[in-house]
C-alpha cells in the first residue's frame, strides 16, 4: 500500500471517490480525472475500477475473471502499442522465464493416443466465459492448433503459425525433435519470445495427456498429419 | 406505420431521409474491392451478392418506425435526441460516434446514447425490455441502432478527438487492443495485425489496412451464421469471449474506449451500412 508512487496512489484515491455502490459515476469529476492518466492507467482504471468488465464470475481453473485480465510478466513485457517486439534484453528475460516454466513429465516425453489427439487439435472447445461458458466436465479442452495451424489436409486449418503438414514425416521423431515439440507446446517463448502462440503448458490449459495426444497426432506415422 | 410492402424498394437506404448523400453499402464493399487486393474483403462471394437484399434492411425500416413514433412515458419521439449533430439530425452522425456529449460529460457510443436517450427524453425505466435487450433482429435497439447507422452509408469514419476525454478514451483504446493477458495471453493484435492471416477458414482484417478495418468496424451487420443483426457491442463482446477474457460490459467505459481507437483507426474509410457478415 505504501510503496505506491504518487501517481498510482492518486488513481487509488480518486478510484474509491468514483465509484459508489460499485457503479462507475460519469461526472465531472470523473472525466477530470481521466485525463490525468496515463493511457495505460486509464486502460487499467476502465478494466478494473469503472467496471468495464465482470469481474466476478468463476473461472474454470478456480477463481474468478479478474484474474483473466491481470498482466504477468510476460503478458506485460509483450503488449508493445503497436505491435512490434520489445528490446532485446527484455526478449532474453522472457525467453529464460520461459525456459524455467518447462516441467517434464515423469516418464519423459510420449506419444499418446493420435484419433484422441486430432479431436483436440481441432476443438476450440474450453475456457471461454461470460455469455457462455465452457463447461469442462461437459467436453475436454481443446488445443485450438487448427484455428492457426494446418495440420492434416482433411480439415482446413489457419496460417496464423505455420503448417505442421507431415511433421513428423518431415522432421522425424529423435528425441530432440520431441522435446523442441514439447517445449512449443508448453512455452513458446523459448524459441520464440513474445510469440502469438498460447503457452498451452505452463498457462495449465492443456494437460499432459492432452499434450501427449496431441503430440501423437503429430508424430505417429499412422497419423493423417503424415499421410 | 409503414408497412413493409411499401417499402420493398432496392433503394431502401433513401426512404424517410431527408438527404440522400449516403451509399449504398455494397456500392461502397466495392469501391473498395476495386482499390486495393484483399482477401478479406472479397472472401464471401455469396455476402457480397447478397448485399442489396440485406436483411438488415427491414430492421432499419423497423428502426425508423420506432424512431419517429412518440414513445414512452414522455410520449416523445427520438426526434428529440441529440446524437451529436444536434436533435434529429442523423445524417453522419453515425460515423462521428464515439463522441464527447456534454450534457453527461461522457464520450459515449451509439448504444449508450441511445440508452441515454430512452431512459432520460422518452422516460423509459432503466429496466424496461426497450431498454435492457441490446441483441437480435427483433430487439428495438438493434432497429434504432440500423436507422440511425444506416444514414451515414458511405461516409468517411470520423469519430472527433478535439475533446481531452476523447483523446484520452481513444488512447485508453489503443492500450486495450495490444493489451495481453488471460489463460490464452491473446491481444487484439494477435489476430489483427497482419494480410492475409486466416483463422480456421476466416480471413482476419488487418487493423493497419484502412480498407479492411472499415469493413471490420462496420456494425450493424447481418451475421448469416447468426441469422441476425448484430452490433458493434455485440461483435466486442464476441472478440472478449474466444480471448478467454471477461464479459465486457456494455454500458462501461472501456468497451467505449476501445471502439474509439477501432473507429480512428478506420479514420477517412468510408463505412459500409448495414454491412453482411459470415
Avoid at chain 1, 92 to 110: C, F, K, L, T
Avoid at chain 1, 182 to 209: A, K, W
Avoid at chain 2, 246 to 268: F, K, V
Wanted: proline share 6%; hydrophobic share 35%; charged share 20%.
Amino acid at each position: 500500500m505504501f510503496k505506491k508512487t504518487p501517481v498510482a496512489a492518486g488513481i487509488a484515491a480518486l478510484a474509491s471517490m468514483m465509484i459508489v455502490g460499485g457503479v462507475a459515476v460519469a461526472d465531472a469529476d470523473n472525466a477530470h480525472y481521466y485525463t490525468e492518466m496515463t493511457p495505460h492507467e486509464l486502460a487499467d482504471y476502465l478494466i478494473f475500477e469503472a467496471d468495464g468488465f465482470f469481474l466476478d464470475q468463476e473461472v474454470q481453473e478456480g477463481g474468478t475473471t479478474h484474474q483473466r485480465m491481470v498482466q504477468d510478466d510476460m503478458h506485460k513485457a509483450c503488449s508493445v502499442i503497436g505491435g512490434g517486439d520489445p528490446d532485446q534484453e527484455t526478449l532474453q528475460a522472457v525467453r529464460e522465464a520461459a525456459a524455467e516454466s518447462i516441467v517434464y513429465p515423469e516418464g519423459g516425453i510420449q506419444l499418446g493416443d493420435w484419433e484422441r489427439g486430432r479431436e483436440l487439435a481441432w476443438s476450440g472447445f474450453g475456457y471461454r466465459v461470460g455469455h457462455r461458458t465452457d463447461d469442462h466436465s461437459a467436453r475436454p479442452v481443446g488445443g485450438n492448433c487448427y484455428n492457426c495451424h494446418q495440420m492434416a489436409t482433411d480439415r482446413t486449418g489457419g496460417n496464423v503459425g505455420p503448417s505442421l503438414t507431415a511433421y513428423g514425416k518431415t522432421r522425424g521423431t529423435s528425441e530432440a525433435i520431441l522435446k523442441y515439440a514439447y517445449d512449443m507446446i508448453y512455452n513458446p517463448h523459448v524459441y520464440f519470445p513474445c510469440t502469438n502462440m498460447p503457452r498451452f503448458g505452463s498457462s495449465g490449459f492443456l494437460d499432459e495427456q492432452a499434450m501427449a495426444d496431441i503430440m501423437a497426432y503429430m508424430f505417429d506415422p499412422e497419423s493423417p498429419v503424415n499421410e | 406505420m409503414f408497412k413493409k410492402a411499401l417499402l420493398a424498394l432496392p433503394v431502401a437506404l433513401a426512404v424517410g431521409a431527408t438527404a440522400h448523400a449516403q451509399t449504398p453499402p455494397e456500392d461502397v464493399l466495392q469501391g473498395l474491392i476495386d482499390q486495393i487486393d484483399s482477401t478479406y474483403l472479397t472472401q464471401s462471394e455469396m455476402n457480397i451478392m447478397m448485399m442489396p437484399d440485406n436483411p438488415a434492411l427491414w430492421t432499419g425500416m423497423d428502426g425508423e418506425d420506432l424512431f419517429h413514433t412518440p414513445r414512452g412515458p414522455n410520449n416523445v419521439s427520438m426526434e428529440a435526441c441529440d446524437f451529436g449533430k444536434g436533435p434529429g439530425v442523423l445524417e453522419g452522425a453515425y460515423v462521428e460516434l464515439p463522441r464527447y456529449f456534454e450534457d453527461t460529460n461522457r464520450v459515449m457510443d451509439l448504444e449508450n446514447r441511445i440508452v441515454h436517450c430512452m431512459t432520460e427524453v422518452q422516460g423509459f425505466d432503466p429496466d424496461d425490455p426497450a431498454v435492457t435487450r441490446r441483441h437480435g433482429s427483433g430487439s428495438d435497439h438493434m432497429q434504432i441502432q440500423t436507422y440511425i447507422a444506416m444514414q451515414s452509408s458511405g461516409m468517411e469514419w470520423n469519430n472527433p478527438l478535439d475533446h481531452p476525454l476523447e483523446k484520452a478514451m481513444r488512447d485508453a483504446g489503443e492500450g486495450m487492443f495490444y493489451r495481453r493477458s488471460g489463460i490464452a495471453d491473446f491481444n487484439c493484435h494477435t489476430c489483427h495485425g497482419q494480410t492475409d492471416k486466416r483463422i480456421r477458414a476466416s480471413v482476419l482484417p488487418n487493423k493497419d489496412v484502412g480498407e479492411e478495418w472499415t469493413k471490420a468496424i462496420s456494425w450493424p451487420a447481418f451475421r448469416v451464421g447468426h441469422d441476425n443483426v448484430r452490433s458493434t457491442q455485440h461483435r466486442i463482446r464476441g472478440c472478449y469471449w474466444q480471448m478467454r477474457m471477461p464479459r465486457i460490459n456494455p454500458d462501461g467505459d472501456a468497451s467505449i474506449a476501445l471502439m474509439s481507437y477501432w473507429t480512428d483507426a478506420a479514420r477517412g474509410q468510408p463505412a459500409i451500412l448495414p454491412d453482411m457478415k459470415r
